[in-house]
Every structure is written in structure tokens, then in C-alpha cells.
């Protein structure tokens, strides 16, 4: 029986991976045969068993694109009298199979065939016999692009069907490279030196009210158990809820993000930039680095043993909802993904601000019609990021040079090259964390072994209790304390004998009532004790 079930989850992966082969996004180069404004891209879906496209835009046929959307063309009698002799007709989805429409486009002369859907984008799918018999290409075309078509260029345009090849990498990668390696290392390296920063105001004597800061929220095993839970419950309502949850989460990120932005930035900005909407990810995301920075200042992690538990419980989670979750829904699409990228039949249209989003730089089928923005989710910034805040504080504490804060950065710049690498190959949403767990934490528990300080980074203990103070503040402390009337007394002298006074009462108190030569008398006197007394 477990034999047999784990045979029909087998061929239902492989199902699931075949549809996802055979299904492909194209380009139709629209132009207009009066001149006019020029040519412009738009998508299609097509299935290349039908027929392949041409990857070179050079090499497709500029042909005349005929508007038939009245007919279904189910049967002969839908034909145009003098059929479509080297034209794309465009023609109503419904009432038949994709099969029977381009068998009929085929017979009249079409060089291919435009499906036009008002629904969401299928790959028009068939049979193998049916695959060998057409030679003509068909796709699905959105309904709208087709009124923006015929509302741009008129009814007289002309259509080439393309399908250029995918970049291995965009050139945005790089942006989204720098953006988070730069918000993980300066989010750690400020977590750090905050934190013994903190410890040294401690032990700074200063009759004043002292600068109240905010309180770092240190992780507890629980409140990591409570955190996955939450993770896990909030994803899963988005995958059924979207449409309503989506406002949700956009006004707590605009709460957390603004209270992030004013911690980071308010000494330099005085009001914020809105520019035109084709530019509100730069907003966006200067809002999410300034609310990654903040969270990393504000949460820590006390122990080795605390980011392991964390970054390993993270690491299933994000495993799961990304590579077995499309096992799990009647779609087939990941859930992680399908909230990330915001499900293609959302009523809202709107999208989760929860990510770093850069446009893609190039022109390609995949950018024009599925993923025109690259994203990397906060999680995968603030997770890493964490471990190395914590490394960073361990450095200084035990006074090593900052060497696990920059091997731990390293280590998170090469995870995330590694999966940049992945989705290339693959052409699939990762989950960042499969690469970036084990690059950290592998880095930072070698380092710890090589240096024998394993036991004290994984818990802690090598965090000083108290952090040597400057030079001048021991002198202060040392020795009996001269009376507060005499402060207040040696306080009003000169200048040029102020400068000795805070040694003498300290180191040589008992030549104040025996002076033993010449050089104790000389050495008293500028301290001006009869002023005092009196």
C-alpha cells in the first residue's frame, strides 16, 4: 500500500513537471501598417509541442493580424469566406478545444493563432497525435492587451510571434546583492556596538539624567517556537484569505517600516520623496532596509545554541512551503511563492510589501509577463542577519577583531551567490535559507572550533561582565573619596591649579596633615588646603 502511494506521488511529480515544461512564455511584437507610434511587446502563453517560436525577433514572420474574437471557430461554418491566408486571427476561447480551433486556422491558411482569454492564462494543451498533425503556433492572449492593441495602434497592425531566450542571471541580482549584504552587515555591526556601547554607559559616573534607549528583546527557545508558529498559521490564511489579509499586512509594514526609517534616518530627512509609481519600489525599499536595520537592533539573540535553533527551525519552514507545499495544493503552485508574488487571481491585484523588489533589466517573456520584479523576502535578510549582529557582539567581547563578524558576512554573501546560482538553473523560486543557513552557521561554529572558543560562543559565556573602562576612569575610583564640600570648594580655584587636584587626594592622602620635606610641602601647596578649610 505505502509502495503504491509513493508510486502515485511519483508520477503526479513528474505530471506536475512536465505542465510545467511544456507551458512557456512568448512575445507578439505588435506594429502599426499606418506608421504610427512604435511597436510594442506583449505576452503570451504557448505550448512549444504545438509548434516552436523563433528565439530571434529577426527571424519571425511579420504577419497581418486579423480581429475574428466574434467567433469561437468551433466549426467550418465560423470561417471567414476567403479564410486566413498568412494572417494570426485572434479568436474567442470557449466552446470547444484548443485542438479543434487550430485545426481550423490551420486548414484556411493561418500562420498561427491568438487564443484570446479573460481568464487566467492556461497553456493550450493536446495529445501527441494531435501535436504532430499542426505545424502552426498557438498562444493565449489576455484580453486586455488586446484592447490596449487595437486602443494604441488601430485596427490595421501587423504581429510577429517570438520567444526569446532567458538571461541566466539579470543584471538586477546585483542590486538586490548589495542591498542585502549591506543591510546585514551594517544591521549587525550597529547591533553590536550598540550593545557594548550599553555596557560601558553602565560604568560612566554622570550626575545628569541618563539617555533613555530602546531595549533590545532578547530571544527566547519559546518565543522561537511561538515565531514559526505564527509564520506558519499567517501563510497559510494569506494562500485562502488573500484578498483580505493583504491590507493587513500592508499597514503593519507601513507601522513597522516607518518607525524603522525615523530610528535610522530621522537626523537627515526631512520629508520623503514619492515620485511616480513606475519608481515606488525604491520607496519600498528603502522602507524595508530601514525596518530590517531596526529589527536588528532591536532583537537579539544571546547564544549560539539560540541562532541554531532559530536559523535550523527556519530553514525547514522555509523548505516546506516552497518544495513540498506544490504536492499539497490543487494548483500545484507553492505557497511561499504564490503569497510572495501574490496569487494571479487576487480580485486586489496588490502585493506584499515584505520583500525587497528590484525591476528586471532585461526584455525577456518571463519579465514581461510573470516576474517583472526579482525579490528577496525579509526573512531571509533578518534571519542571517541576526547570527551576525551576534557574532559581531562575541568579537568584541572577547576582543578578537571583529573576525566572526566578517567571516559570518562572507559566509552570507556566498549563500546568497549560491542561490542566485540555483534559480538560474532552476528557473523556480528558492527558498534563500536552503543556501544561507548553512553557509552561516557552518562558517561561524567552524571558526569558533578552529579558535577553541566552541564552548563560549555556543553559550555565551564569553561575554565579559564587566568591560575594562577608560584609563581615566579607574583613578576616579580608587582610594578614599574627598568630601562633596571640597569639590565644591576645589572647583572654584584657578585654572593653572585645578589641573593637579583630582590625583592628590587619592594617591597621597597622608602628607595632607604630615608633610615629610621640602617635596611634600611643595607639592601641597598649589592644592590650596587652607583655602579649603577655610
Known amino acids: 500500500m505505502a509502495a503504491a502511494a509513493a508510486v502515485a506521488w511519483l508520477r503526479a511529480a ?67 469566406a476567403k479564410g486566413f491566408s498568412n ?12 485542438y479543434e480551433k487550430v485545426r481550423l486556422a490551420q486548414g484556411s491558411g493561418a500562420r498561427g493563432l491568438l487564443i484570446i482569454s479573460k481568464e487566467t492564462l492556461v497553456p493550450p494543451g493536446g495529445n501527441k497525435t494531435q501535436y504532430e498533425e499542426i505545424g502552426i503556433p498557438v498562444a493565449l492572449l489576455s484580453h486586455k492587451d488586446m484592447v490596449d492593441i487595437f486602443k494604441s495602434f488601430g485596427r490595421a497592425v501587423r504581429a510577429a510571434l517570438y520567444a526569446p531566450n532567458e538571461p541566466l542571471l539579470d543584471y538586477n541580482m546585483v542590486i538586490i546583492f548589495i542591498m542585502a549584504v549591506g543591510t546585514v552587515a551594517i544591521g549587525g555591526y550597529w547591533a553590536g556596538s550598540r550593545d557594548v556601547r550599553k555596557r ?28 514559526v508558529v505564527m509564520c506558519c498559521s499567517m501563510l497559510v490564511l494569506l494562500y485562502y484569505f488573500y484578498d483580505h489579509l493583504v491590507y493587513v499586512i500592508i499597514g503593519i509594514f507601513c507601522l513597522a517600516s516607518s518607525t524603522g526609517l525615523y530610528s535610522c534616518l530621522s537626523p537627515l530627512v526631512q520629508r520623503l520623496p514619492f515620485g511616480k509609481c513606475r519608481w515606488a519600489w525604491i520607496l519600498q525599499d528603502a522602507l524595508g532596509i530601514a525596518f530590517c536595520l531596526y529589527m536588528l537592533k532591536t532583537i537579539r539573540l544571546p547564544t549560539f545554541k539560540a541562532c541554531t ?28 511563492v504564490e503569497v510572495a508574488t501574490g496569487p494571479t487571481d487576487s480580485a486586489t491585484h496588490e502585493k506584499l510589501p515584505m520583500v525587497l523588489k528590484v525591476p528586471r533589466l532585461n526584455t525577456s517573456p518571463l519579465a514581461l509577463c510573470d516576474r517583472p520584479f526579482s525579490l528577496l523576502g525579509f526573512g531571509d535578510i533578518l534571519v542571517p542577519g541576526l547570527l551576525v549582529a551576534y557574532c559581531h557582539r562575541f568579537d568584541i567581547q572577547v576582543q ?83 568630601p562633596k564640600e571640597s569639590e565644591a570648594t576645589l572647583s572654584q580655584q584657578p585654572p593653572g591649579e585645578a589641573q593637579v587636584l583630582p590625583a592628590l587626594p587619592a594617591e597621597r592622602p597622608p602628607e595632607l596633615t604630615e608633610p615629610k620635606g621640602v617635596a611634600g610641602v611643595s607639592t601641597q601647596e598649589p592644592v590650596g588646603l587652607s583655602g579649603a578649610s577655610a
Open 14 to 80: 513528474v505530471l506536475l513537471f512536465v505542465a510545467q515544461v511544456t507551458c512557456e512564455y512568448g512575445m507578439v511584437r505588435v506594429v502599426s501598417e499606418m506608421g504610427g507610434p512604435k511597436g510594442k511587446d506583449y505576452c503570451i502563453l504557448y505550448n512549444p509541442q504545438w509548434a516552436h517560436l523563433p528565439h530571434d525577433l529577426g527571424k519571425a514572420s511579420l504577419l497581418q493580424l486579423r480581429d475574428w474574437t466574434a467567433s469561437m471557430l468551433c466549426s467550418p461554418s465560423d470561417l471567414p
Open 400 to 482: 578578537s577583531s571583529r573576525i566572526y563578524f566578517v567571516a559570518c558576512t562572507i559566509a552570507y554573501g556566498i549563500g546568497l551567490l549560491v542561490t542566485f546560482m540555483a534559480l538560474a538553473l532552476m528557473q523556480r523560486g528558492q527558498p534563500a535559507l536552503l543556501y544561507l543557513v548553512p553557509c552561516t552557521l557552518t562558517t561561524s561554529g567552524a571558526l569558533a572550533l578552529w579558535r577553541r572558543e566552541l564552548g563560549m560562543f555556543w553559550t555565551g559565556s564569553g561575554f565579559a561582565k564587566d568591560i575594562p573602562q577608560p584609563s581615566w576612569a579607574p583613578a576616579a575610583a580608587q582610594g578614599p573619596q574627598p
Open 309 to 336: 535553533l532559530l536559523l535550523l527551525v527556519l530553514f525547514i519552514y522555509d523548505v516546506f512551503f516552497v518544495f513540498i507545499t506544490p504536492f499539497l495544493t490543487k494548483s500545484g503552485n507553492s505557497i511561499m
Open 200 to 227: 560601558y554607559m553602565k560604568h560612566k559616573r554622570d550626575d545628569g539624567p541618563e539617555k533613555q534607549e530602546d531595549e533590545a528583546v532578547d530571544v527566547t527557545p519559546v518565543m522561537t517556537c511561538v515565531f
Open 87 to 98: 494572417q494570426i486571427p485572434l479568436v474567442t476561447r470557449g466552446n470547444c478545444t484548443f
